[in-house]
């Protein structure tokens, strides 16, 4: 046995090991941030998160930092709830999969448009709702499904929704269509496959449908709601499991709520709901 | 074998301290080796276990009752990979053995038919799947032609069928120009035409030579099936995405690994297998196509 090799290889395990040592990323010391009062990422700072590209009317031409959209509002509204100027918000680029990482984030917390749900609490923390949507059916004129008032008649018909979204459970669960809906990685391919004629028809929250059929489909027409069920989708900000900062995101959600800020954002951004009939 | 023969052969007693000695030696081998992986593997896990992130990541990654939800929806999207990869390499080695022939076809007649071999494969070759993907996922039925499919299984097995036919072409020629000329020669001074030649001597030679770059093509040919994912399908991949996402875990990932993997290993050793049995690795030995 050659002992010069085994030594060798001793040694760089445990470089190797020493290397990868454990680091706990979660021990930040809590008091550091330096105004004393909040944990962020970078002291006196809050970082967010959000996706890019990001949608309007969730946020105007893809920038999160204009404050213009109903999500970047909201999240400046709740930077301020939370002692943070305008000037102390960075944003960061994130995809659903970085939000739903285990270990080190690099946001403080995430807006994009993410629903609640008792599956996704096992391993996220939320805030409270920022924002209850329905779930709506867009498809082009002239197509077989564009004078629809009833579910049962898009039940024949293909339908595309986004990956990962409540939109595509929904017209899963709602409209059980014969062909399983075609789920697409964002929502503008979820626009193309329908522009190109993949699909159908396509679901997508009530904002976005509002939206796109006024601005973005050529000859888009806006079928209808789909009933939200027992639990309509809530959209809440995102923070790592167990973070210190959810409970104070929770109250500054619910204090923008009581005091009727969220509701005059929502007014300024999202177009009223009322002209679209809910398909029974 | 009758009769009362001389004793039965006895090893002699240098003999037996041989055989001693080597089972001796056979043992301690293995009970190194068993020290040495137990002892590798306690570290690894030691390591991995003890790390702070271990729980999250555990409890992210390996959650056995994710697991099992979603191994449902992910094994039926991994049957459509599988439908999609033996469809589109059959396909695909027709087209690519049409291509590699018309690219080796000499005469100024065929001109055209090898500047288009050649074109086809440049650009098919040199544009990257995922916008072969896209160009004719949404480009194709956008144009609304009668007889364009609108099925993004149709649409994202053609983009397969295009990008990968290039390669494999690039694979098929290299095996025919592997052929030796003399060959050649030889089985047309024998009278047999071009089109025999090229039939009966080259192309079998050919196409033993690259097999095994072809079970290369067809191992990534699985993998990339995932990406007509892009089009709407739900295969392995996006199934595991869509349960990803639902549970905010990523165990579905994990799972849909283990699957392609238990799909690809048996495959590459059956081939590894049948080659070996029709003894096409040993064709690579010697221009004479491992007469010699």
């Known amino acids: ?280 | 074998m009758s009769g009362p023969g001389p004793a039965a052969w006895a090893p002699s007693a240098t003999q037996r301290d041989r055989i001693d000695f080597r089972r001796h030696q056979a043992r301690r081998s293995g009970l190194v080796a068993a020290a040495s992986t137990v002892a590798v593997t306690a570290v690894a896990v030691l390591a991995l276990t003890s790390s702070p992130g271990w729980p999250r990541v555990r409890q992210s990654f390996f959650d056995p009752d994710v697991a099992l939800a979603s191994l449902p929806a992910i094994a039926q999207g991994l049957w459509l990979n599988v439908r999609v990869m033996v469809g589109c390499a059959v396909v695909i080695v027709v087209v690519a053995l049409a291509l590699a022939v018309a690219r080796t076809l000499r005469g100024p007649v065929f001109f055209p038919l090898r500047a288009f071999a050649t074109g086809y494969i440049d650009i098919f070759r040199g544009l990257p799947l995922i916008l072969v993907l896209l160009l004719v996922g949404f480009g194709l039925p956008g144009l609304r032609l009668q007889g364009i499919p609108a099925s993004a299984v149709l649409l994202g097995s053609l983009a397969l069928v295009l990008t990968y036919s290039a390669y494999v072409a690039e694979v098929f020629r290299a095996g025919i120009e592997s052929v030796h000329p003399s060959q050649v020669a030889a089985a047309r001074s024998l009278g047999l035409t071009r089109a025999q030649t090229m039939r009966t001597v080259v192309l079998p030679q050919a196409v033993r030579r690259v097999v095994p770059a072809l079970l290369n093509d067809l191992v990534a040919l699985s993998k990339d099936s995932g990406l007509i994912s892009i089009l709407g399908a739900i295969d392995a991949v996006r199934a595991a995405q869509i349960e990803t996402s639902q549970y905010a875990n990523f165990t579905p990932y994990v799972v849909a690994g283990v699957l392609f993997v238990a799909l690809t290993i048996p495959l590459t050793r059956a081939t590894d297998a049948i080659a070996r049995r029709s003894g096409w690795s040993r064709s690579q030995g010697g221009l004479a196509g491992g007469a010699l």
């Open chain 1, 1 to 280: 046995m050659n002992r010069t090799r085994v030594l060798a290889l001793a040694a760089a395990s445990a470089l190797a090991l020493a290397a990868c040592a454990p680091v706990d990323d979660g021990a930040e010391p809590a008091a550091s941030a330096s105004d004393g009062a909040l944990a962020t990422l970078a002291d006196g700072r809050l970082t967010i998160g959000t996706s890019d590209p990001a949608f309007e009317p969730w946020i105007v031409d893809n920038d999160p930092t204009s404050g213009e959209g109903f999500e970047s509002a909201v999240a400046y509204a709740v930077a301020d709830q939370l002692g943070f100027a305008a000037g102390d918000v960075d944003w960061v680029t994130v995809t659903f999969d970085q939000i739903i990482a285990p270990g080190a984030k690099t946001f403080d917390v995430a807006i994009n448009q993410v629903s609640i749900s008792d599956e996704r609490k096992q391993n996220l923390d939320f805030s409270s709702s920022y924002y209850d949507t329905a779930q709506a059916v867009v498809t082009l004129e002239g197509s077989p499904v564009a004078g629809a008032t009833t579910l049962a008649e898009l039940q024949g018909a293909r339908i595309g929704a986004m990956v990962g979204t409540t939109s595509l459970q929904i017209a899963e669960d709602v409209i059980a269509p014969t062909t399983a809906v075609s789920p697409f990685n964002d929502n503008d391919q979820v626009k193309q496959a329908l522009a190109a004629g993949l699909v159908d028809a396509i679901v997508v929250d009530l904002p976005t449908a509002l939206y796109i059929t006024a601005a973005e489909l050529d000859g888009g027409v806006l079928v209808g709601q789909l009933p939200a069920g027992d639990n309509p989708d809530q959209f809440g900000l995102v923070l790592d499991k167990g973070s210190d900062l959810t409970a104070p995101v929770t109250e500054a959600v619910d204090a923008l709520r009581a005091d009727g800020t969220l509701a005059a954002l929502e007014a300024q951004w999202l177009t009223d709901a009322a002209g679209a009939p809910v398909l029974e």
